[in-house]
């Protein structure tokens, strides 16, 4: 046991704790959170590994009118996707987040989550204006008074997105600890041509995403969503 503030903390628990209850929150309270608490978790966050300590992360943090800005920028283009998706040609993701073909159990789970989610929201099949309105939030940081962006250098090698996962889930777990919530968006990646020049990215740089920072709306409905996890006997294999 370790004491902090005067009160006894377990460290097992506090770190399962922080883990389990991480979650992707979809609404944000505007409360700002304080540059050094963001310079705090981003130094934590760094103690993540990764292949021969390269450290292949870059971090771009948006608030005020840098994050406003970019909101706007994306929206009016994700406005203009939709009426005319010929477009689309225009926005091409850096690399390939989703496979290309769907196949068992990894399709009827994304089904699951998405209906899940359009269920809570009330949002029917095929009612194609809500849910492009709930896609557009992603584009809003979901409301959150911070919003992150996440590159690499493209020379680098796909062991460096194993590395960058490590990294942003070491972000998130440490801003649970801090009280705060996140949510991590490859959404963002579709519009890598306007946020690259936006946020000062060279043409070297790959967006691997972004992310919602900031302290969760708990009295939103969209926040009581918790998506259900396999059972560790389904995706282990014990060899004795």
């Given at each position: 046991?370790?004491?902090?503030?005067?009160?006894?903390?377990?460290?097992?628990?506090a770190?399962?704790?922080?883990?389990?209850?991480?979650?992707?929150?979809?609404?944000?309270?505007?409360?700002?959170?304080?540059?050094?608490?963001?310079?705090?978790?981003?130094?934590?966050?760094?103690?993540?590994?990764?292949?021969?300590?390269?450290?292949?992360?870059?971090?771009?943090?948006?608030?005020?009118?840098s994050r406003?800005?970019?909101?706007?920028?994306?929206?009016?283009?994700?406005?203009?996707?939709?009426?005319?998706?010929?477009?689309?040609?225009?926005?091409?993701?850096?690399?390939?987040?989703?496979?290309?073909?769907?196949?068992?159990?990894?399709?009827?789970?994304?089904?699951?989550?998405?209906?899940?989610?359009?269920?809570?929201?009330?949002?029917?099949?095929?009612?194609?204006?809500?849910?492009?309105?709930?896609?557009?939030?992603?584009?809003?940081?979901?409301?959150?008074p911070?919003?992150?962006?996440?590159?690499?250098?493209?020379?680098?090698?796909?062991?460096?997105?194993?590395?960058?996962?490590?990294?942003?889930q070491?972000?998130?777990?440490?801003?649970?600890?801090?009280?705060?919530?996140?949510?991590?968006?490859?959404?963002?990646?579709?519009?890598?041509?306007?946020?690259?020049?936006?946020?000062?990215?060279?043409?070297?740089?790959?967006?691997?995403?972004?992310?919602?920072?900031?302290?969760?709306?708990?009295?939103?409905?969209?926040?009581?969503?918790?998506?259900?996890?396999?059972?560790?006997?389904?995706?282990t294999?014990?060899?004795?």
């Open positions: 046991m370790t004491q902090t503030t005067g009160l006894l903390v377990d460290p097992v628990a770190v399962d704790l922080a883990i389990t209850s991480r979650m992707s929150v979809r609404a944000f309270t505007p409360s700002e959170v304080p540059r050094h608490v963001l310079a705090h978790l981003l130094a934590v966050a760094s103690r993540a590994p990764s292949g021969t300590n390269t450290q292949p992360w870059k971090v771009y943090v948006l608030q005020g009118a406003a800005e970019l909101v706007a920028k994306v929206c009016a283009a994700h406005d203009a996707l939709r009426a005319d998706p010929g477009l689309a040609e225009q926005y091409q993701e850096d690399y390939g987040y989703y496979p290309d073909t769907w196949v068992s159990p990894y399709m009827e789970r994304r089904r699951e989550n998405g209906w899940g989610l359009y269920g809570l929201l009330g949002i029917g099949k095929g009612d194609k204006e809500k849910m492009h309105f709930q896609h557009q939030r992603n584009f809003h940081f979901f409301n959150a911070v919003g992150l962006m996440f590159t690499m250098d493209r020379v680098m090698g796909r062991g460096s997105l194993l590395d960058y996962g490590m990294f942003l070491s972000l998130m777990v440490a801003a649970r600890a801090h009280g705060l919530h996140s949510c991590p968006q490859a959404a963002w990646n579709t519009f890598a041509r306007i946020i690259k020049p936006h946020i000062g990215a060279g043409a070297d740089e790959l967006l691997v995403c972004g992310m919602a920072l900031g302290y969760a709306d708990l009295s939103d409905t969209v926040n009581t969503l918790h998506t259900p996890r396999v059972a560790v006997n389904e995706f294999k014990w060899l004795d």
